[in-house]
């Protein structure tokens, strides 16, 4: 089933278009024409399979504000676990609401950063995105209301709950009005999903997409033996020599990830590294610069990789290997997504190699290394 036979509108069709979409995901092609005719739904889909679009385009195109006038009172509510997921959801429904005749305003709040300034955005706020232990503080304090929201949304419930979000949602859910829509999406379906479930949703439609490996077969996988010192010289020489862009690198740690960096910039490649030392405004910059493709290189940890959502992109580099072989295989599976093919790179170390062997076992897939020393590195 194409876009055009979901029923959306021709703005959020052609928005959709122009980024290049050429036909929905299984939880969009099930998930968003139950939405749009109203329905409460109950999606579980695996991380990366398109829940933010699926409930994203529906809610722009069904939601009506409650009032001409500007007030601090939300028409539509989406709750999210990290603040990295929020500046992720809040960047897809800003691309596809100007593509709308009257837009809405639509705002992200999460800690780890001052409530001030979002208290003082809060007044004309329709959609927001919402991390529930900010949200909880920005009610508190009169920033926010919630007596007129027409639809909630549940994204990711599974680690919500698994990260103690409990009682901040049971708090929430009281705060809202009783006639609303209920959206609520989640990667598995365990005990603490289904306790919410049956309090949040009102005979909801219950979709399941089976989930799947990383599709391996669109990553082309290659590999170099090279000795520690010398990955630095060659992470230049393959950026460099074969004009990549949009390359996310993968250390192991964060000193490593930020010496990597540091010796890119010293060489002229535009890079910024991620990881859990890092402040939250200087992790949402660099990650939004590397999507916008405004930023050539991106330094990760493992710790944050899975924050790293990006549907076209090209190439993934393994300057050290994970610890296991899940990891190795979640970090490549950032590339080769949406059905587009991408390259992975991985430098293996002489101390490396029998771990890098197992990791293949694991994965059931060969790679072919090349000799990094019979390489000149200088050129």
Not at 37 to 59: E, N, Y
Not at 161 to 177: A, H, T, V
Request: hydrophobic share 40%.
């Amino acid at each position: 089933m194409p876009f055009s036979k979901i029923g959306l509108p021709k703005e959020l069709l052609s928005a959709v278009k122009a980024e290049g979409y050429d036909k929905p995901y299984p939880i969009q092609q099930q998930a968003m024409p139950a939405i749009i005719k109203g329905h409460d739904v109950l999606g579980i889909a695996q991380t990366g399979s398109g829940k933010t679009l699926a409930f994203a385009l529906p809610v722009l195109m069904n939601l009506k504000p409650s009032s001409k006038e500007k007030s601090r009172n939300l028409d539509a509510l989406i709750l999210v676990p990290t603040r990295e997921l929020a500046v992720q959801v809040e960047e897809v429904f800003t691309k596809f609401n100007f593509a709308l005749a009257n837009p809405f305003v639509v705002k992200a709040v999460y800690g780890g950063v001052s409530i001030n300034p979002q208290m003082k955005g809060m007044y004309g706020v329709n959609i927001l995105i919402a991390t529930p232990g900010r949200l909880l503080d920005l009610h508190g304090s009169k920033a926010v209301g919630l007596g007129a929201v027409q639809v909630l949304v549940i994204d990711e419930a599974d680690k919500m709950l698994n990260l103690g979000f409990k009682d901040e949602m049971d708090e929430l859910i009281k705060l809202l009005p009783p006639k609303r829509q209920n959206l609520l999406f989640s990667a598995t379906l365990n005990d603490d999903v289904k306790s919410i479930h049956q309090v949040v949703l009102n005979k909801p439609i219950i979709i399941k997409i089976k989930p799947k490996d990383e599709n391996l077969d669109l990553i082309n996988q290659s590999g170099y033996w090279i000795e520690d010192e010398k990955k630095g010289p060659l992470l230049r020489y393959l950026i460099t020599k074969h004009e990549m862009q949009q390359v996310l690198v993968f250390t192991s740690s964060v000193f490593k990830a930020d010496t990597v960096v540091k010796k890119l910039n010293k060489h002229g490649i535009d890079a910024m590294s991620i990881h859990s030392k890092k402040s939250q405004g200087a992790r949402t910059d660099a990650l939004l610069k590397f999507k916008n493709k405004k930023l050539r290189v991106l330094v990760a940890t493992d710790l944050l990789s899975r924050g790293i959502d990006i549907e076209f992109l090209p190439y993934v580099i393994n300057y050290e290997l994970p610890r296991s072989p899940k990891d190795f295989i979640h970090r490549i599976g950032r590339t080769g997504r949406a059905e587009s093919p991408g390259e992975a790179i991985t430098f293996v170390n002489e101390e490396e190699e029998h771990h890098f062997k197992v990791i293949q076992k694991k994965m059931g897939k060969q790679i072919e290394c090349v000799d990094g020393h019979l390489l000149d590195l200088t050129s």
